[in-house]
């Protein structure tokens, strides 16, 4: 099993382009997530999808939008970036929604210029 | 929303000896958990401690909850070089999940 596997690893966008950062889990898992981490900070929750079909805006979801193509993926779209967004982009999926434990992907180093 | 918070932020030790990382959190909470994150590299997680739990062990790890207090340590004991890492908690509370700003640990040989 891959676990969760996210695309591409590295990102570099200009001011005001878009991109689409992919996300896919082989657990059989409902719930995933998208997380956005800044130097020497803890993970703050973009989106969250609590089930195939569902999504739900975390904490800083503003520029972002998400897509829960189905129960396998799940993916996080910048439709006009901003140096703000420059981050780690973390994807991590579990069994039910907060109950149980997460897993997550190795990450995506996006910079915007 | 503000995140919970970690203490400390850094600590170093040598091998052999026990970290000790405490996190505080605001709200109540349906489970606490905890996960290590090495350089460069995503979560993993290490240990999940329901509300109505007051102690879990695994392995070298015990994980202390004090709801009263909103509180909870992770015990690393008998530490190693490869313990070095990020550790982090996560509070996850009816709709909301709040990740701590972390405590980086290093263990020096």
Redesign the interface.
Known sequence: NAGVTQTPKFQVLKTGQSMTLQCAQDMNHNSMYWYRQDPGMGLRLIYYSASEGTTDKGEVPNGYNVSRLNKREFSLRLESAAPSQTSVYFCASSGELHIYEQYFGPGTRLTVT | ?Q??EEDPQALSIQEGENATMNCSYKTSI??L?W?RQNS??????LI?IRSNEREKHSGRLRVTLDTSKKSSSLLITASRAADTASY?C?E?SG?R??????TQLTVNP
């Not at chain 2, 460069?40 to 997680?45: D, I, P, Q, S």
């Open positions: 929303s995140q919970g349906n489970n958990q996960y460069g590299r995503g979560l993993v997680h999940l982090f996560l996850t709709s999940l709040t990740f701590g700003e972390g």
